[in-house]
Each structure stands twice: as C-alpha cells, then as structure tokens.
C-alpha cells in the first residue's frame, strides 16, 4: 500500500485501506497454506478471510460505491467493482463449502482478491480522496458500516 496520497489519514478510506491490509495478511496466508497443501490450514484462513470481507464488501458498496453513483462516476467503473464483488463471494462460498475444486476456488479468490484490493487502492482511492467533499464524506462513512 502507498503512502503518498494520503488516504490513509482520512476516516472512512483509512478505515478501508486498514481492512485492506487485515485482508491481505489473511490471503496470503491462504496461498501459503495452499501451496504448502496444508488444507486444514486453508480452510482456517478461509474462514478469516469471510469474516474480514462481509462487512469490507458491504462498507464499501453501501459508503463509497453509492457515493460515487451520486456524484455521477462512471457506471462502468463502480458496476466492474461490485460485480468483482460479487465474484469474489461467489468463489468464497464455494471454496467454503469444501465442494470438489474447493482448493481451485480458493486460488482463484486469492489471485482475484489481492489485484481487486490493489486497484481500488491504487486507482479507487486517491480518485475518492480527490473528488469527495464533505458532504459525500459525512455521508459515505454513515454508510460505511451497514
């Protein structure tokens, strides 16, 4: 994560970027394990990396992404990163639910997981610090949290 932005000092995005880095930690501990072919170890960090990502998908879906459809971003850019969203929990609920491919489903949500959070962090983020005012703030980090 950089530190030349900014966005690390400012409540809701600084919020985020923290779950960023709790994420990440939690991913690459499950690619490790993955590798290493100790499933039971997956699965454990699997289930970390759930809990980590319910409340991180919805704070930035209900905050940010809804603030930028109100400020008329463009659809196309929000609409790719809920759909990754919704990809994401998609291959989660299958890599939980231990099905044949299990493992596969994992890797892919890790390869996918970590460049999702790499371009809302380089890309998103500054974009959000720059064009936000206070009134988008006050009303993404009420939302931030549902």
């Given at each position: 994560?950089?530190?030349?932005c900014?966005?690390r000092?400012?409540?809701?995005?600084?919020?985020?970027?923290?779950?960023?880095?709790?994420?990440?930690?939690?991913?690459?501990?499950?690619?490790?394990?993955?590798?290493?072919?100790?499933?039971?170890?997956?699965?454990?960090?699997?289930?970390?990396?759930?809990?980590?990502?319910?409340?991180?998908?919805?704070?930035?879906?209900?905050?940010?992404?809804?603030?930028?459809?109100?400020?008329?971003?463009?659809?196309?850019?929000?609409?790719?990163?809920?759909?990754?969203?919704?990809?994401?929990?998609?291959?989660?609920m299958?890599?939980?639910?231990?099905?044949?491919?299990?493992?596969?489903?994992?890797?892919?949500?890790?390869?996918?997981?970590?460049?999702?959070?790499?371009?809302?962090?380089?890309?998103?983020?500054?974009?959000?610090?720059?064009?936000?005012?206070?009134?988008?703030?006050?009303?993404?980090?009420?939302?931030?949290?549902?």
């Open positions: 994560m950089c530190d030349e900014g966005c000092a400012t409540g809701p995005i600084g919020e985020l970027m923290a779950d960023h880095a709790r994420i990440i930690d939690a991913a690459v501990e499950t690619r490790r394990a993955l590798d290493a072919g100790d499933l039971a170890a997956a699965d454990r960090h699997l289930v970390t990396l759930a809990t980590q990502l319910d409340g991180h998908l919805r704070s930035e879906e209900c905050g940010l992404f809804a603030t930028l459809r109100d400020r008329g971003a463009s659809p196309l850019c929000v609409d790719r990163l809920a759909a990754e969203h919704r990809r994401l929990d998609a291959l989660l299958t890599a939980l639910a231990g099905v044949p491919g299990w493992t596969d489903a994992a890797g892919e949500l890790v390869d996918l997981l970590l460049a999702h959070l790499d371009a809302e962090t380089a890309d998103l983020f500054p974009v959000v610090l720059a064009a936000f005012d206070a009134g988008d703030w006050a009303r993404a980090a009420a939302a931030i949290r549902c």
